[in-house]
């Protein structure tokens, strides 16, 4: 008797769905492919019970005739390639012709389509991948697919999908994905009557891309474009304060296909950089349009994993091109722009009662003091010449507010920074660099400071001291669990070196499996954190302009190091609003 036989066509197409279509998101992503490979401008979306009952997807896109009915459920048949030469220049969504046999076998299916220039449409019905039967129809131009009972016929995979609320979920984020590079094309999208979506279309990506992240997210985020030897990036990033602890909202695009792929992902984690808290990830798109023969997305069923010619390049563009699109965040604050004008320009006459001050207009300058009564901080002099030639007037100190915070007049209105976060990235980076170069300054102690340590903390820093001598600490074994600290980094002479080298260990410990220059980069956090201004330390004036001048000059003086924001800004229309100032 023969051990090996043929699976029947039923089940081995059955078993091939499952490669495609995994719950009600995996049938939704399929159709909307074929509609828009189809040109539509506009795909309207129905489900039930999160999918699992019915989805309905309906298009206007060119349609397809009776022969072509019959021919879409059978496996591989399909109108985007005709050649083996054709799939190293793929340029529609769709091309395997898997998806819709695939669907009709794990569902009971019908397909309606007329294409424009025909005046009757026809109607196809599958159950579970079986015998198909085609009848005439009343339907308007395009082709519609419903999708019912999905895995009726495998309850095994039935069973498996997640609660209606999740699933619903999923397609949701699904239709979401795929309408953000295609901004022309209208989205509709309902579950049990009740409208979840609507999309109109639209030639501004930032009204596409408000129905994901938001209006306020949106309108925040950078928009930068740049072109790579034969290929062309293009990104939308949100500030850092923007971030979310999923990376549901990094959204990568390949020739208008969103993908999944962990080069272009790092790339823009390693931009972001310490713009970001550790653990949160930021909220941005990467779009990226090549020859379809530099990208192969022949890899994966899902079609959603790509392999490029070129990896590093594409790597480095889009690094590149998300670090770029950061730009100076303080210059307009430290450098300045003219205080905005109230009195420049009568607003327009559809605008004139919806913005009109309540009180005489003015133009806002610098804050005067009264000597007889002195404030709670320290203001400007009344008045500061303008600079020659109309230049900006720079960033002014008011004062200290709770120890903690600086308070400045800025061209656009308040400045708030935080006076820890600031030296904290000032500290680090001063010591980073004097780690690159080789130069970094260390305080002898002139009596060895002796640390007792307890047993792993001991080992971590008998394997460490290599590490730890590279940041500047020369830390001598003296017997058994004790070790003599002998020098320091100058920046930090004054420290708790107890706490400050416990710390240290702590995270060389967590750390075995960093790379090396991974964990002297924390490890100069770390350090940088200690041996900054706390909160609560009382600031003169001069120290606190000192501070901001240092803080002007660094490459990202808008985040500390561990990603937390180092100012805010309140600007003047803010305040208009805030003290009903504007009507």
């Given amino acids: 008797m023969n051990v090996i036989h043929v699976l029947p066509q039923r089940l081995a197409s059955q078993i091939a769905a499952g490669e495609v279509i995994d719950r009600p998101a995996s049938v939704v992503r399929e159709l909307i492919d074929n ?24 298009d206007r896109g060119v349609g397809m005739s009776r022969e072509d009915l019959a021919l879409c459920v059978e496996r591989h048949a399909t109108s985007k390639i005709r050649s083996a030469e054709d799939l190293s220049a793929i340029r529609t969504l769709g091309f395997r012709g898997e998806a819709l046999p695939s669907i009709a076998s794990v569902s009971r299916f019908s397909i309606t389509s007329r294409p424009h220039h025909e005046i009757a449409a026809f109607r ?65 999208l309902e579950e049990d009557g009740r409208e979840l979506l609507s999309l109109p279309a639209s030639d501004k990506p930032v009204i596409r891309f408000s129905a994901l992240v938001g209006r306020d997210v949106a309108e925040a985020m950078a928009d930068l474009k740049s072109e790579w030897g034969g290929f062309r990036v293009r990104v939308f990033t949100a500030p850092g304060e923007f971030s979310r602890k999923r990376p549901d909202r990094l959204l990568i695009y390949v020739n208008r296909r969103y993908i999944r792929d962990r080069l272009i992902h790092r790339a823009v984690m390693d931009a972001y950089g310490q713009r970001l808290m550790r653990g949160q990830y930021p909220q941005a798109l990467v779009f990226v349009e090549m020859d379809p023969e530099e990208v192969d997305v022949n890899v994966h069923p899902t079609k959603q994993e790509v392999r490029f010619r070129n990896a590093q390049a594409v790597f480095r563009a889009v690094f590149e091109t998300v670090q770029r699109s950061f730009g100076a965040p303080l210059t307009a604050a430290f450098a300045g722009a003219p205080p905005p004008r109230m009195d420049a320009a009568p607003p327009p006459v559809e605008q004139s009662l919806r913005f009109r001050a309540a009180e005489p207009e003015r133009t806002y300058g610098p804050m005067a003091s009264d000597p007889s009564d002195p404030p709670p901080w320290r203001f400007i002099p009344e008045e500061e010449p303008e600079a020659p030639g109309g230049e900006a007037r720079p960033l002014s100190v008011i004062g200290q507010l709770g120890r903690s915070y600086i308070l400045c007049e800025a061209a656009e209105g308040l400045l708030m920074v935080d006076q820890h ?17 080789g130069r970094l300054a260390t305080q002898a102690h002139l009596f060895p400071l002796e640390i007792e340590l307890g047993a792993r903390e001991a080992r971590t820093a008998l394997e460490q001291r290599e590490q730890l001598l590279r940041v500047g600490i020369e830390l001598d074994h003296f017997g058994g669990n004790t070790f003599l600290v002998r020098a320091v980094p100058a920046v930090l002479k004054d420290r708790d070196w107890r706490k400050l080298l416990a710390d240290l260990l702590a995270l060389a410990e967590e750390g ?25 330390d ?10 901001l001048e240092q803080l002007k000059g660094l490459d990202v003086p808008d985040h500390c190091p561990h990603g937390r924001p180092v100012f805010r800004q309140i600007r003047y229309t803010e305040l208009e609003r805030m003290f009903k100032r504007t009507v």
């Fill in 35 to 58: 509609a828009i490979d189809a040109g539509t401008d506009r795909v309207s979306v129905e489900i039930g019970k999160g999918g699992r009952t019915s989805i309905r997807v309906a």
């Fill in 124 to 188: 196809l019905e599958m159950e579970g991948g079986g015998r198909c039967t085609i009848i005439e129809a009343g339907a308007p131009p395009g082709t519609t697919v419903e999708v019912r009972d999905l895995f009726f016929n495998l309850p095994a995979r039935r069973k498996f999908l997640r609660a209606d609320r999740t699933e619903g979920r999923y397609v949701v984020d699904t239709v979401t994905q795929m309408a953000m590079p295609f901004p022309e094309i209208a989205f509709e």
């Fill in 421 to 437: 976060a600031a030296h904290e990235r000032v500290v680090y980076e001063a010591l980073k660099e004097q780690v690159r170069d």
């Fill in 512 to 536: 075995r499996t960093l790379r090396g220059e991974d964990l002297l980069d924390r490890m100069l956090i770390t350090m940088a954190c200690h041996g900054a201004i706390r909160a609560g």
């Fill in 538 to 547: 009382r600031l003169v004036r001069e120290e606190m302009e000192r501070l």
